[in-house]
């Protein structure tokens, strides 16, 4: 193998209840199956030598690779051009139903297109996270892999562009090699879990899978509602995120992938393959804002269980589940695994699940009400259960907590945790009021005004002239972002401009924003970070929305500039330019199409308050 490639020289692809990365060469170094949180089948991009991969690419010959996605769908086309010749693997997986299924297929489908070229096939699993044993069967239509953990065929489309002569074993690992000619055309697909023996796939079957697939999501696509100016990057983003979303519960994933660095090295490496409470309510906010109300209905639903569930077992509300809900992550090292170019550890599950954050039933309730305002309102139970929850934070919402960035160090009286706690009892007031429902709502009125006047006494610092992260400090934090989306602070008051000036001057690096400074605010963990891609979203949302709305504008379009090549976010971006952190990453995602709906809208309509400057 190669060296690592860059985190953002990969396209994904997936069927919604689970997904693979494709490098620009042509290669699968991300699988997990049956779902996002499974184990690995190929991981190649946390171990090169012991992680497996699927790759199908020209062999021995410079060539230029190019990639891009169907319009209007996730369906990725890798280009390899030399002097020679110019081919294509079109790689997709055909959407699955709403019922959990062990059964994903992969297809990745050769075009020669002109001239001649040679190509080599590689396909090294390496079964749960490398740790299972495997063996090959070769059969007329293609070959079987079997492992303890998985069982998956290698299924031939009908033209065999690879001669059986050249077809070999390689230590339990099938290698070949050919030379494709102007008009050749087949490929593959992967199928886990097969109900038969390989087989050879008819041409017309595999066109026809291409087209349900392709037909699929141009009509999810055709639901969107948005017109703007940034059609293209919020189209490509809404598909990622729905990518991202297990059908058969309709959680939304953090990001597919597990342990990549928020800096290349170091040690700030975590799973990001589950359901954070967070990142569900926010995404509640985007997908609203194009008009996609199912997908809104099916993350509701999902939130509700999780608020029933804490209820009916008398414990609080956990900031991050499984897909199907359940909470038990147990975080673990792969040390046999040496990690994206050398940044180890390597882990699965995530310790941060057991934490206390007291703001995510702010995002919870946020969530709640704008679904509410769509006419997505909560059944009885689900509200019976809201009660007892936000009668549970009434009392327990004045105390340390681990915060929004998951601080590994000591607990802090976070602002952005105390105001989203006062989101949590605002919205649950509203909603008791404009639905009738029953409620302590005496109480809950006391308890969000204490909060209030708590934040502006404990966490504005006059000294800054500016909120603060936490209590009795004086440093800033990106999440302060937030406060006048949310409505805790209108974004022309004084108090709020003089903020979004600190943050200016201390968290902003030619647009981009760090999300807080972790060499004066300790977070219990060594190294450095990158910019934070959410962050520097709603900073350009926060622009706009405080009259700066050419900034905003500006700061968005050069945020673009960062994006991958086929307009996929990580995490971070480093100081080198690159991307950094898992990929794609959810928050990303879901806050450039807040941001851009936002900007839109403010560009079209000004604000009375500060009308656009010329």
Request: aromatic share 10%; net charge negative.
């Amino acid at each position: 193998m190669q060296a690592y490639p860059g985190i953002e020289d990969h396209g994904l692809i997936g069927d919604l209840q689970t997904a693979a990365l494709v490098t620009r060469d042509g290669t699968v170094d991300w699988f997990c199956a049956p779902r996002f949180d499974s184990p690995s089948i190929f991981a190649a991009l946390l171990d090169r030598q012991r992680g497996g991969y699927f790759r199908v690419s020209p062999d021995g010959i410079n060539y230029q690779s190019k990639q891009l996605y169907l319009p209007d769908s996730p369906i990725l086309i890798t280009r390899f051009i030399s002097p020679d010749g110019v081919a294509e693997i079109i790689d997709f997986m055909p959407v699955t139903g709403d019922q959990p299924t062990d059964q994903h297929r992969l297809v990745r489908m050769i075009n020669m297109i002109r001239g001649s070229m040679p190509f080599r096939l590689e396909c090294r699993p390496r079964f749960n996270y490398g740790r299972d044993r495997h063996d090959l069967e070769q059969q007329p239509g293609g070959a079987i892999f079997r492992s303890p953990s998985m069982t998956f065929n290698l299924n031939r489309i009908q033209q065999r562009l690879f001669p059986e002569q050249n077809v070999h074993k390689d230590d339990g690992d099938l290698i070949a090699f050919t030379t494709l000619h102007e008009g050749d055309k087949g490929g593959l697909v992967l199928e886990t879990a097969p109900s038969q023996g390989p087989r050879v796939i008819p041409a017309d079957e595999v066109q026809a899978i291409f087209e349900q697939t392709l037909q699929y999501w141009r009509r999810w696509l055709d639901r969107s509602q948005y017109r703007g100016r940034w059609r293209e990057m919020v189209e490509r983003s809404a598909i990622t995120l729905k990518l991202m979303t297990y059908a058969p519960t309709g959680a939304l994933i953090a990001a597919p992938t597990a342990s990549l660095p928020e800096a290349v090295g170091g040690t700030r490496n975590w799973d990001y393959r589950y359901t954070w409470i967070r990142d569900a309510a926010f995404s509640v906010h985007a997908l609203l804002g194009l008009g996609f109300t199912e997908e809104v209905d099916r993350y509701m639903d999902w939130i509700a269980a999780r608020i029933r569930e804490a209820d009916d077992n008398s414990v609080p509300l956990k900031i991050m589940y499984r897909v199907d809900g359940s909470s038990d992550l147990p975080e673990e090292v792969l040390d046999h695994f040496e990690g994206y170019c050398g940044s180890a550890p390597v882990r699965i599950g995530n310790g941060a699940a057991e934490q206390s954050q007291l703001d995510i039933q702010g995002e919870a309730l946020y969530a709640m009400h704008l679904a509410g305002e769509r006419g997505i309102r909560a059944f009885h139970q689900t509200w019976q259960s809201t009660v007892r929850l936000i009668d549970w934070l009434c009392h327990n919402w004045d105390q340390p907590d681990a915060g929004l960035w998951e601080s590994r160090s000591h607990p802090r009286d976070y602002t952005y945790s105390r105001v989203m706690s006062w989101v949590a009892l605002d919205r649950a007031i509203r909603l008791a009021a404009e639905t009738g429902r029953p409620g302590d709502t005496a109480c809950w009125i006391q308890q969000r005004n204490a909060i209030y006047s708590q934040v502006m006494e404990r966490g504005y610092h006059p000294g800054r002239r500016s909120f603060v992260q936490s209590y009795g400090e004086e440093y800033l934090d990106a999440a302060l972002l937030i406060l006048p989306t949310v409505g805790f602070v209108a974004p022309y008051d004084p108090i709020w401009l003089s903020t979004l000036r600190a943050i200016d001057e201390t968290l902003v690096s030619d647009s981009l924003v760090y999300r807080y400074n972790p060499t004066v605010t300790p977070d219990g963990l060594s190294g450095d970070e990158g910019t934070f891609n959410m962050c520097t979203f709603w900073y350009a949302e926060a622009l706009a929305r405080s009259g700066r709305v050419d900034e905003a504008r500006v700061t968005l379009e050069k945020m673009f500039t960062f994006s991958s090549h086929l307009g996929l976010y990580a995490e971070e971006i480093a100081s080198t330019g690159k991307q950094i952190g898992n990929f794609p990453q959810a928050l990303s995602h879901l806050s450039l199409i807040n941001a851009a709906i936002t900007i839109d809208n403010l560009l079209e309509h000004p604000s009375p308050y500060y009308p656009r400057r010329a």
